[in-house]
């Protein structure tokens, strides 16, 4: 939405960076243009908006203080991580403040007995495991960029990982937070048992990509680390095989921690990249990681090799320690920045399709691929179905950049036409907006927006994303057609 | 007023069919005055619109064996019956999930499943003399038995959902791929919310590979502090349980008993890794104990929800034991002490004062859990006596949703935390 000075108690952004400088201190509290520049965009980098202030908190009372005093100025805010989401979950608002949680960056305690851990929303992904590793323990969920990106950045995108598969997302991970609401209302949502009393408002607030509110504080689970794992690596003729090796596993009984796909392009690439030594003349590569009790990992890591060779394997590799199952992942885990050595540009794509319809889209995408010369490389979770097309272009080719956009929204509505999702561990964020009426109906949007409006009636935790045109809270639902009579007067904007 | 009744009758038979009211169709003791049987989400959806033109209370009612539960609703017009809801609508086999109409009883999908070699990974608690729920009602109530602690809750199993709202709005959420992050997770919102949103009409759920073989291992614990020990041993390990019980009955010896699943190799080993683990006293047998997955109190009895970190295990047992000293009450505990959900049972003929004592004695001790308290089911005295939910944290945003989705307060009004 945008920002309406007249509406802001007379204060406008000039006076509520002024009290965000006294509440937090003026360290904490950036306006300068230059310094802004840093802070213009997350990991997809061609959307860009420098936000109007970024504030730094040093602890979550600096959240809640921020919120609060976006609150009374009306003024919209958007809460950002590591910075490192793919969707512009985190692309900040013009006329809003941006709120940094980097500094936010304490384990506040590790709990084995309790297999859980607390920790402040800035705190890394991977340090979680780190930390808990002495213990046995380890975090699960684990998106390419654990290394980096912050658990208050994933429970805002509900993000995924490769070992997605048989462990569950964030979602499934979290089990308390607390919670700044829009208006300011800290409330304290779930903790370290199960099932709290009433609604299940910390499910809905994982995954809402920041338009709820921010966490100030994550509760997560821990999980035992396994006693033994095995990784193996496949190289198929073709992806038509490697597919149906994936079908065949899965359709055994057995549930791989990890199932990962590759092309042949994104073969080529990753070995430009990272020299990973992958079976020479593969048309497709599939890792499978299989973990648990030692008995039960051995007798399935035979009956995956067998499901292997039985779809036309040609080469198997088993990787004895760990320095060899790294090199089998450091191909997969470069993939998307690899890409780069093949081409000028690239749109990363992430839509989900159900995993016995694989075969018939990858064909597609191919056909799609040859009709219009823009090259896709395939890496995806082949375990849960969860394509990440590569497409490649150069925007130096006039028209090329346009057409590669339209094979990769040509892709998801592939997903969709085949009962998938337009994303699968990404988020919508800014850039998947205008593609959600085509997954759901508009009663359906309407529906999350009763969700959005009990949490953030003014609308001003993370405008823009999500939703490509959200009804005005308090509006009659379902009756809404063509511009709303407060856009034509003039009194508010599309947000 | 007959007229009007009997037009509001027509207008739900024109849809689908639908009866007044009779004795058996009370909700908790509350008595309705219609009853419509969809059998599609659109004539589901339609029902609701006949509802909010009429303004009529609405209660979803699957199988009816957890209808008691909660508050009693403060007035119902409409029961819609799901029963007829009842068909698997696609088993995608190949994907490991499942979409139902929500009447499905769970019974049946699991037997439909089993052809597949496969199981949904939710066994809900119920009375030793109820039948099989269905689908609807496991959401609805978001109960969850032993296999929770490896497959999780019904909200981790659940992955698409439809709805027809108050207004008979038809929404869905989700959809049926197990990795997605497209839009609000509505599912988890729904999961547990007493059918006080809306009418949950079909599900998609994720499946999980019926293991080829299961062993109960159990063990006698002789007090909470053992009950303990042995838990915190089991879960530490590397025997990775399927299910990590208690049952503690009233008037005799406490047990832990532990499933242990998968191929018969590593079942094996493992179940002699646990019978080292939990001592000379441990045993092992190849069916459940009898009481396994079956809620501790009988039909008509006092039934309460005791959630708590898994480590606060000991201090809730001994709390409870505390409580049951000072109102003269023996409580029966059974439940997933390796996930943090017991369930306790008081007597049917415990005085509602003595209820109301020990479930605020509970609550008062809760914070050496971390836990909550919830009187889920009681005879009519004993709910009006005591506070069955008790606080709920976040419960402005609670009523904030439930405004949202049913303004005019028609879904089970009166039956959720804080007269929701």
Known sequence: MKFDQASAGGSGLAGLTERLRGLLGPDSVIDDHQRLRTYEC????????????????????????????????????????????????????????????????????????????????????????????????????????????????????????????????????????????????????????????????????????????????????????????????????????????????????????????????????????????????????????????????????????????????????????????????????????????????????????????????????????????????????????????????????????????????????????????????????????????????????????????????????????????????????????GAHPLQETGIAEVF | MRAVEDLVLDTLAATTAARRAAEGDRVDGVEPRFVASPTTTAEAAQVMRIAAEHGLAVVARGAGTKLSWGQPPERVDLVVDTSRLDQVVEHGAGDLVVHVQAGVRLDVLQEHLAGARQRLGADPVLPPAAGSGTAGGLIATATSGPLRLSHGAVRDLLIGVTIARADGTIAKAGGKVVKNVAGYDLGKLLTGSWGTLGLVTEAVFRLHPLPARARWVSVPVTSTAAAHEQAQRVLHSQVVPTALELDRPADAPATLAVLVEGIEAGVEGRVTTLLELLGGDAGVAGEAPPWWGRAPWAAGGVALRLTHEIAGLPRLLDAVDDAGRRYGLRPAVRGSAGVGVLYAALPTEAEPEAVAGFTRHLRDSSPAWSGDVVVLDAPPPVKASVDTWGPARGLNLMRRVKDQFDPQRRLAPGRFVGGI
């Open chain 1, 42 to 481: 997350d990991g997809l980098a061609h959307y860009k908006v420098r936000p109007a202030v970024v504030v730094l908190p040093a602890d979550a009372a600096g959240v809640v203080d921020t919120v609060r005093a976006c609150a009374a100025a009306g003024v919209p805010f958007v809460a950002r991580g590591s910075g490192t989401g793919l969707s512009g979950g985190a692309l900040p608002h013009a006329d809003g403040v941006l709120i940094v949680t980097s500094r936010l960056h304490r384990i506040i305690e590790i709990d084995p007995a309790n297999q859980r851990a607390v920790v402040e929303p800035g705190v890394v992904n991977l340090d979680i495991t780190r930390s808990a590793a002495a213990d046995g323990y380890y975090y699960a969920p684990d998106p390419s960029s654990q290394q980096i990106c912050s658990i208050g950045g994933n429970v805002a995108e509900n993000s995924g990982g490769a070992h997605c598969l048989k462990y569950g997302f964030t979602t499934n991970h979290v089990t308390g937070a607390q919670f700044v609401a829009p208006d300011g209302e800290v409330v304290r949502l779930g903790g370290k048992a199960p099932d709290p009393t009433g609604y299940d408002l910390l499910g809905a607030i994982v995954g809402s990509e920041g338009t709820l509110g921010v966490v100030t504080e994550v509760t997560v689970r821990l999980v035992r680390a396994p006693e033994a794992v095995r990784t193996l690596l496949a190289a198929f003729p073709t992806m038509d095989e490697a597919g149906a090796a994936t079908s065949a596993i899965i359709g055994a009984g057995v549930v791989p921690a990890a199932m990962e796909m590759m092309d042949a392009l994104a073969i080529e690439a990753a070995e430009a990249a990272v020299h990973c030594g992958y079976p020479d003349g593969a048309g497709a590569v599939l890792i499978v990681e299989l973990d648990g009790p030692a008995a039960e990992v051995e007798q399935q890591f035979a009956e995956v090799e067998r499901h292997c060779r039985g779809h036309g394997a040609f080469e198997i590799r088993i990787a004895n320690d760990d320095a060899e199952r790294a090199t089998f992942w450091r191909g997969r885990k470069s993939a998307f920045a690899a890409v780069g050595r093949i081409s000028p540009d690239y749109i990363v794509q992430d839509g989900v399709i159900p995993r016995t319809v694989l075969a018939e889209v990858l064909r597609r995408i191919d056909e799609l691929s040859r009709s219009t010369g823009i090259r896709v490389a395939n890496v995806f979770h082949a375990g849960d179905g969860n394509l990440h097309p590569l497409v490649l272009f150069d925007d130096a080719v006039p028209g090329e950049a346009e057409r590669a956009e339209e094979v990769s929204g040509a892709i998801l509505d592939l997903c969709i036409e085949h009962g998938g999702s337009i994303t699968g561990e990404h988020g919508v964020g800014s850039d998947k907006a205008k593609f959600m009426p085509r997954m759901f109906s508009e009663s359906d949007l309407d529906t999350m927006q009763l969700l959005r409006c009990a949490f953030d009636p003014d609308g001003l935790a993370n405008p823009g994303k999500v939703f490509p045109t959200p009804r005005l809270c308090g509006e009659v639902p379902g009756r809404h057609k």
